[in-house]
């Protein structure tokens, strides 16, 4: 079967302004057995697109994952999302802002969790896109992602992904712009630690991202 944590935060789309997002919490804590073949949590954020003015603010929620005591998640693959993507802008308006926001993958005092599968733990920040009449892309500001054992054991046999990049928004419109400048990127925080006695094992390969990059 599958477990899906749902709490994402959507923007209405506008005229003269987006609607602003604001993704949820979503956690999963678990001192007993807990087994499916796909557990997903979401709490992403979509800022509203503007089609004659800003963009709607975009702020991705909290999401974790900790298994504690005796518990042990079994999972084919284990998902955790708080990426953020601020609403496009348009008419002589910036692109909103997209603030990615906080996942953690955790085994503690004895907890184990096992993914035979792929693991993605994504805390993104995407600024808002210009569309035509926009001169500056929104500014993505990257969240923060922690992978932690303390007295536990995390093993991941397939690959692993933890990413907390910020991406600045760019001109995605039909004409050529007398000026259009990319948005501002910074990225996040990633961490990957144990304390105490623990393990963490990774089968395939591990991205550890935390890169900003500048919208076109």
Do not use: K
């Amino acid at each position: 079967g599958q477990i899906v944590l749902w709490s994402p935060g959507y923007g209405g789309a506008g005229v003269l302004q987006g609607g602003t997002a604001f993704g949820g919490v979503a956690n999963l804590n678990a001192g007993a057995d807990v087994t499916a073949d796909n557990i997903d949590l979401e709490v992403f954020a979509l800022g509203g697109t503007a089609s004659a003015g800003l963009g709607g603010y975009a702020e991705g929620g909290t999401a974790s994952v900790n298994a504690f005591g005796a518990g042990v998640i079994t999972a084919g693959a284990l998902t955790l999302n708080a990426t953020a993507n601020g609403g496009d802008s348009s008419s002589g308006d910036t692109g909103a802002e997209g603030d990615g926001g906080s996942a953690f993958v955790s085994a503690d005092g004895g907890g184990t969790i096992q993914v035979n599968g792929d693991l993605n733990v994504f805390a993104q920040g995407q600024g808002g896109d210009m569309l035509d009449g926009s001169t500056l892309g929104g500014a993505g500001y990257g969240g923060y992602v922690s992978m932690r054992v303390a007295d536990g054991t995390i093993n991941v046999t397939g690959d692993a992904t933890l990413d907390a990049a910020g991406f600045g928004g760019s001109f995605i419109g039909s004409g050529v712009p007398d000026i259009a400048q990319g948005g501002f990127g910074s990225g996040g925080s990633v961490y990957l630690h144990t304390e105490g006695p623990g393990t963490i094992s990774l089968g395939g390969t591990t991205l550890l991202q935390a890169e900003g990059v500048g919208g076109d």
